[in-house]
């Protein structure tokens, strides 16, 4: 397959339309695996970034998955119809995915701090917090606002005013997201108490770096969880429609 050099003043815009001209032309297939992030950066002439944010629109389009530890593969029964209202709603969706990676990296450092800093009231907080998840389960609001409580906790933990304020500003971007989190099943809410109490249990401990793991995972979880839900969306809106 050939892929024409992008300058790096363009953006991911065409690095999906190549990769999308490529499907067209026959040159890549369903059940192909596309090159490696590294690898696309050479051909493209792009940074890391772009090529980041151009695979996180086409999973979202439904054109690829990502399958961890394999690689990334063009999905058999290629989404059809209009590609060009997909693709801009799809990238209109990425600051999303910039927002739950700082997460990542935040809570990460969070956790381990607070395995060495929490008190008694630290852990009474963390405990109340889980409490109203669990009460607000019918209420979705109310549960966002619950485990949004549980989080704030752990950062202010940490005893770290930086930290703490970041967190905050994070999570409030995210919030202004929130109703790509509204539709969560009960199935995820169980996942995200079941994912505190282990938090808590972990940091209390002082095992901080087992409480790191575990933040990794239930991000993941929510990653593909917004990963489904906005596809859907963006395949379900009028002008997207198949």
């Known amino acids: 397959m050939e ?19 490529n499907l067209e032309t026959g040159q890549l297939k369903a059940g192909d695996k596309l090159p490696s992030e590294r690898e696309l ?20 389009m439904g054109n690829i998955e990502v399958i961890q530890g394999k690689g990334t593969f063009l999905r058999e029964g290629l989404p059809t119809g209009n590609q060009g209202s997909f693709l801009e709603k799809a990238l209109q969706a990425m600051p999303m995915f910039d927002l739950m990676e700082a997460r990542e990296i935040l809570e990460i450092k969070v956790v381990q701090l607070a395995a060495d800093r929490l008190d008694r009231e630290d852990i009474l907080r963390l405990h109340q917090a889980i409490k109203q998840m669990v009460e607000s389960k019918e209420d979705m609001g109310s549960f966002y606002e619950a485990d949004l409580d549980f989080h704030y906790a752990l950062a202010e933990s ?9 967190m905050k500003v994070i999570t409030k971007m995210i919030h202004k997201h929130r109703y790509h989190f509204m539709t969560l099943s009960g199935e995820t809410q169980e996942k995200s108490i079941a994912s505190a109490r282990q938090i808590m249990q972990m940091v209390a401990r002082g095992e901080g770096d087992k409480a790191a793991e575990i933040v990794r995972e239930h991000l993941r979880l929510l990653d593909t969880k917004l990963v489904n839900l906005l596809s859907e969306t963006v395949k379900k809106s009028p002008e997207g429609g198949r």
């Open 158 to 166: 940490t005893g770290n005013k930086v930290i703490s304020e970041m």
């Open 41 to 60: 950066c050479k051909l493209f002439g792009v940074g890391r970034s772009s090529v980041r944010e151009a695979i996180k629109a086409l999973v979202v």
């Open 3 to 21: 892929f024409e050099v992008i300058h790096r003043s363009t953006t991911s815009l065409m690095i999906v339309n190549q990769i999308l001209k």
